[in-house]
């Protein structure tokens, strides 16, 4: 008794003469075999014909996504004051913001959250392709102006089309932001600070008079007291 294998790894049993076989009966047991195969490949398909599916006919069909899953990075820009939080607490390091302060005289308006709109948002840039969705930079926007979306379809033929540059401004117009700013820093840092003046004295105020005390008349001194005589003198004058 022999065993083969088809090629879905179902054994195959049948008995070889060890007599030389006929070619005839050989060509049999071939055509056997595929047929057997055939049917046994046939049988696992239909079964799993009238099971319920576990797959969907991707991108024509998707399944449903929570709606707090953590997918994808985006963010809203307009509410972005430049904090730079996400940026320092991003685990792998995919956000650089670049930011500058407005030239004197320029008021950038408010957001929409009703807060003023400190610097210019010259950068935001997420490398998508390295991204961990760990969703730390969320927790530590004041603005909720970056957030997750249950939104996988982001693919690309191109690495650096996974690069993405949320800010309204392109290079140039980043580049000319940030160097008129450090201009005016570096004006500010070179013009002479103005001399304080002198601070002028008071005129002074006069003082109101001191009441004086008279001073106490210095007395004489007493002359010394003579010792107490208690004898009475006699007519002479003497003593008795």
């Known amino acids: 008794m022999a065993q083969m294998r088809t090629a879905l790894g179902i054994p195959i049993s049948y008995t070889v003469s060890s007599e030389k ?3 005839f009966i050989k ?3 071939e055509v056997w075999d595929g047929f057997y ?3 046994v490949g046939l049988s696992i398909t239909g079964g799993h014909y009238f099971i ?3 797959t969907v006919q991707y991108p024509h069909e998707s399944i449903p996504i929570a709606e ?3 997918q994808r990075v985006q963010v809203d820009i307009d509410l972005c004051g430049g904090c730079m939080q996400c940026d320092k607490i991003c685990p792998p390091g995919i956000i650089t913001i670049v930011t500058a302060k407005p030239v004197a005289g320029v008021d950038l308006g408010t957001r929409p959250n009703g807060k003023r709109r ?3 948002i010259a950068e935001f840039t997420i490398d998508h392709s390295k991204c961990l969705y760990c969703g730390l930079c969320t927790t530590v926007c004041n603005d909720d102006a970056i957030f997750m979306i249950p939104d996988f379809h982001h693919i690309a033929q191109n690495r650096d089309d996974l690069f ?5 401004h392109n290079a140039a117009e ?3 932001l940030v160097a008129a700013a450090a201009a005016e820093k570096a004006a500010k840092a070179a013009a002479p600070k103005p001399v304080a003046a002198a601070p002028t004295a008071a005129p002074a105020t006069p003082k109101p008079p001191v009441a004086t005390v008279p001073e106490k008349p210095v007395e004489a001194p007493k002359p010394p007291e003579e010792p107490f005589n208690d004898q009475c003198p006699g007519p002479d004058g003497g003593d008795k």
């Open 21 to 23: 076989r006929n070619p």
């Open 27 to 29: 060509w049999l047991v």
């Open 37 to 39: 195969t055939t049917l």
């Open 52 to 54: 319920k599916r576990h």
């Open 68 to 70: 707090r899953s953590r």
């Open 118 to 120: 400190p610097l210019h």
């Open 164 to 168: 993405v540059n949320y800010s309204r």
């Open 174 to 176: 980043r580049d000319e």
